[in-house]
């Protein structure tokens, strides 16, 4: 929900900051977009309907971030800096969604080629691990952003940070979000944060999957394929 201050009577809601959410919008759909590139140098013909679907899927995130950029930068030419439950539109809320969760599937579709490709020999080692260090920057900027929206839209937000020591009376921010999110990639499992919601769980159990496949198969094939 946002930071745990045992001396005040009411916690600081989170919000989400427009340009900020601007920036990490366009950083994931940077990297998929970077992320399709690679991968498909490891498309056979039996993987041509997979490799198809993540087109579409990379397509339609496209066309959704740029409907999302414009919508955020009208939203900030009404001098809105930030996003609260309140205050955000179910329309915008639903396209900032469906855009994740485009992001996200792209990812999957990426890794699974990666997983279910014949062979990736031919391909250097450093390329590949470029290929893993894309995969991991991505999921860990996408559910970023997922766990920040479900602490601000969430009823009774979905996760309780340790108060900033510097500004114990500040919300969360993003870096708090990414910071959670990187540490799910790395330990599996959040930290010193609480989770506080079934959703944000879930959200947490899918992060963790991808990361265990990424670990246990991704870099078991490019060592098998030195």
Same mark, same amino acid.
């Given at each position: 929900?946002?930071?745990?201050?045992?001396?005040?009577?009411?916690?600081?809601?989170?919000? #989400? &900051?427009?340009?900020?959410?601007?920036?990490? =919008?366009? +950083?994931?759909? %940077? *990297?998929?977009? @970077? /992320?399709?590139?690679?991968?498909?140098?490891?498309?056979?013909?039996?993987?041509?309907?997979?490799?198809?679907?993540?087109?579409?899927?990379?397509?339609?995130?496209?066309?959704?971030?740029?409907?999302?950029?414009?919508?955020?930068?009208?939203?900030? #030419? &009404?001098?809105?800096?930030?996003?609260?439950? =309140?205050? +955000?539109?179910? %329309? *915008?809320?639903? @396209? /900032?969604?469906?855009?994740?969760?485009?992001?996200?599937?792209?990812?999957?579709?990426?890794?699974?080629?990666?997983?279910?490709?014949?062979?990736?020999?031919?391909?250097?080692?450093?390329?590949?691990?470029?290929?893993?260090?894309?995969?991991?920057?991505?999921?860990?900027?996408?559910?970023?952003?997922?766990?920040?929206?479900?602490?601000?839209?969430?009823?009774?937000?979905?996760?309780?940070?340790?108060?900033?020591?510097?500004?114990?009376?500040?919300?969360?921010?993003?870096?708090?979000?990414?910071?959670?999110?990187?540490?799910?990639?790395?330990?599996?499992?959040?930290?010193?944060?609480?989770?506080?919601?079934?959703?944000?769980?879930?959200?947490?159990?899918?992060?963790?999957?991808?990361?265990?496949?990424?670990?246990?198969?991704?870099?078991?094939?490019?060592?098998?394929?030195?």
């Amino acid at each position: 929900m946002s930071t745990v201050d045992p001396t005040a009577g009411t916690a600081p809601s989170p919000t #989400l &900051r427009v340009w900020v959410l601007v920036a990490v =919008a366009a +950083t994931v759909q %940077g *990297l998929d977009v @970077l /992320l399709d590139h690679r991968v498909a140098r490891f498309v056979t013909e039996d993987g041509r309907a997979l490799q198809d679907l993540s087109v579409a899927v990379g397509t339609a995130a496209t066309v959704l971030f740029w409907l999302l950029a414009v919508a955020l930068t009208v939203v900030a #030419l &009404r001098h809105r800096r930030t996003l609260d439950r =309140a205050s +955000t539109s179910p %329309g *915008l809320l639903r @396209l /900032l969604i469906v855009f994740l969760a485009a992001a996200s599937l792209n990812v999957l579709l990426n890794i699974t080629t990666l997983v279910v490709a014949p062979s990736l020999r031919g391909a250097s080692q450093p390329g590949l691990i470029i290929d893993l260090v894309l995969i991991y920057t991505s999921t860990t900027m996408i559910f970023s952003v997922w766990y920040q929206l479900a602490d601000v839209y969430l009823p009774g937000g979905a996760f309780d940070f340790a108060p900033d020591a510097r500004y114990p009376d500040h919300p969360p921010r993003w870096f708090d979000y990414l910071s959670l999110s990187f540490y799910t990639n790395s330990t599996f499992g959040p930290t010193l944060e609480s989770v506080r919601t079934r959703p944000a769980k879930a959200l947490m159990m899918a992060q963790t999957s991808l990361s265990l496949l990424v670990l246990v198969v991704l870099i078991a094939r490019i060592i098998k394929a030195a």
